[in-house]
């Protein structure tokens, strides 16, 4: 048996997240995968590319002294390899490719920038499948700070995927535009309607938060009518409660809401009546390409 760590980093519109994993490997077994240690920072860089076009000053320094911690996170648990990749956040920033430079000049960390269909094709590297059973269908949904990523899979195969501008940093900032939220909707109905029964998959930090709230047991899904309740509460929470009462974080307290409304438009017209929730994201999908490249 051999024991090695990789690590992720995930440069969200909303968060920047530091993700270590074991990676066992054994003799005439699969390959093992167990979470090691996380680490999330609250860097909302969207607020900065939706609002005003570019990263400002206070963010960039941010974003430097993260990634100086991480590469001394990294070198502290002994990790061997790693992948960082930016998405929606620094992809349109004015001065993203310049900072992605200067990160690189001051830390010595490389950061990749990835477009949606790159984002939703490491994503696939993920147990996603595993879940999945065999000739059913789902609708794959990932809500960022940014971008939302859809994709249609069919007996275990991606048919149709999308991304559109529509994430919580966004939608809080109400820099979603209706075309775009028409679009949205008329791509999930264009692409099920011949459908009959689907499921909606959904990805991403807050839908994870949202699941263990609702003390569903791990491997089941919310009904639509539960979720809608989610949504229904969660509005009427003042910020104060969400902080309080809920004990969130002040960077998801403020987009929890907006994020359950993006999951709930994709199973209405879907026509879904379930939303599975299983543990896994980009920065999952990151560490078993990796391994691949390695390998």
């Not at 991606?158 to 949205?184: C, H, P, Q, W």
């Amino acid at each position: 048996m051999r024991i090695s760590k990789y690590a992720a980093i995930d440069i969200g519109s909303n968060a920047v997240r530091l993700f270590v994993s074991n990676v066992i490997e054994q003799k005439n077994k699969p390959t093992l995968f167990t979470k090691n240690a996380m680490i999330r920072v609250p860097i909302r860089l969207g607020q900065d590319t939706f609002s005003h076009g570019s990263i400002g000053m206070p963010n960039q320094q941010r974003m430097i002294d993260a990634m100086h911690s991480f590469k001394m996170l990294m070198n502290i648990h002994g990790v061997s390899h790693y992948m960082a990749c930016a998405t929606s956040a620094l992809r349109e920033a004015k001065n993203g490719k310049q900072l992605i430079k200067k990160i690189k000049k001051e830390t010595e960390v490389e950061i990749e920038l990835i477009d949606g269909s790159r984002e939703a094709e490491i994503i696939a590297m993920t147990d996603l499948y595993d879940i999945m059973e065999p000739q059913k269908a789902y609708l794959f949904v990932d809500v960022g700070g940014g971008s939302t990523e859809l994709s249609v899979i069919l007996n275990e195969k991606t048919v149709a995927s999308k991304s559109f501008k529509i994430g919580t940093v966004r939608l809080l900032n109400k820099m979603v535009k209706d075309s775009e939220l028409k679009a949205y909707k008329n791509w999930i109905s264009k692409h099920t309607k011949s459908i009959d029964h689907i499921s909606v998959v959904g990805s991403g930090g807050t839908i994870n938060k949202v699941f263990k709230m609702s003390g569903t047991k791990i491997g089941r899904p919310l009904s639509y009518m539960l979720l809608s309740e989610q949504y229904e509460f969660l509005k009427r929470r003042s910020q104060k409660e969400l902080l309080i009462d809920l004990k969130l974080n002040p960077d998801r307290a403020d987009v929890i809401a907006p994020a359950v409304h993006i999951y709930l438009l994709a199973m209405k017209y879907s026509g879904a009546n379930e939303i599975f929730v299983p543990k896994v994201g980009l920065a999952d999908g990151m560490i078993k390409l990796l391994y691949k490249e390695l390998h």
